[in-house]
């Protein structure tokens, strides 16, 4: 079985610092993919950020950056600098199925305080 | 531009009634999915579809009912079945290959009274 991991169910920080958001992913499975997504108040999830289980290099885009630790199963996801329009919550959503069976965790919020 | 459509935004319905959400996308998608959201329990997969004319059962598919005659739309009938219909529904779609991120409709909000 897989199981997906999101310990945080709330953060709240002061603009401009940077904050880490933590996923855990459990699976016997050895290729899989894992996926960050925002959902703003609005409702529509965004995708965020990908990354494959082969790979653990550390990779940085804009303000974004996220590393895959495969000996902890631990996925993590880094907002630099942190803006109010940051404000969300972000879902880590592992796939490890050929047949397109995308598992969700149950999201942590973040509160970007100005 | 390409995107994915869900109406209405908010619907309202009487308990015993069966109710039809929409979902569209012109992104030429193979796949196409239903989850439901609750408060504190992440998004929950109802069903989804890799191809026209196939569709398979997710996690809470109970109550529910779906059908794809067309590669751009996937319809989600929540029947009385269905015993807390009451939530936020989104639509997903996304090309082969589970490497491929999911793209997401805005939402409907499903009240039953």
């Known amino acids: 079985a897989q199981k997906v991991t999101q310990a945080q169910t709330e953060i709240s920080v002061v603009e401009k610092e940077d904050v880490t958001l933590d996923c855990v992913y459990e699976?016997?499975?050895?290729?899989?993919?894992l996926f960050w997504y925002k959902q703003p108040p609005s409702g529509e999830l965004v995708f965020l950020i990908r990354?494959?289980?082969?790979?653990?290099q550390n990779e940085i885009s804009g303000r974004y950056s996220w590393n895959f630790q495969k000996s902890t199963s631990s996925f993590n996801f880094t907002i630099t600098a942190s803006q109010v329009v940051d404000s969300a919550v972000y879902f880590c959503?592992?796939?490890?199925?050929?047949?397109?069976?995308?598992?969700f965790g149950i999201g942590t919020k973040l509160q970007v305080i100005p | 531009d390409g995107g994915i459509t869900q109406s209405p935004k908010y619907l309202f319905r009487k308990e015993g009634q069966n109710v039809t959400l929409s979902c569209e996308q012109n992104?030429?998608?193979?796949?196409m999915y239903w989850y439901r959201q609750d408060p504190g329990q992440g998004l929950r997969l109802i069903y989804y579809?890799?191809?026209?004319?196939?569709?398979q059962k997710g996690d809470i598919a109970e109550g529910y009912s779906v059908s794809r005659e067309k590669k751009e739309s996937f319809p989600l009938t929540v029947t009385s079945a269905q015993k807390n219909p009451t939530a936020f529904y989104l639509c997903?779609?996304?090309?082969?290959?589970?490497?491929?991120?999911?793209?997401f409709g805005n939402g409907t909000r499903l009240t039953v009274t």
């Open positions: 990354r494959n289980s082969f790979d653990e």
């Open positions: 997903a779609s996304s090309p082969r290959g589970f490497n491929s991120p999911l793209h």
């Open positions: 699976t016997r499975d050895t290729t899989y993919y």
């Open positions: 579809s890799q191809i026209v004319n196939d569709f």
């Open positions: 992104l030429n998608h193979d796949a």
């Open positions: 959503a592992p796939n490890s199925g050929g047949y397109q069976k995308v598992t």
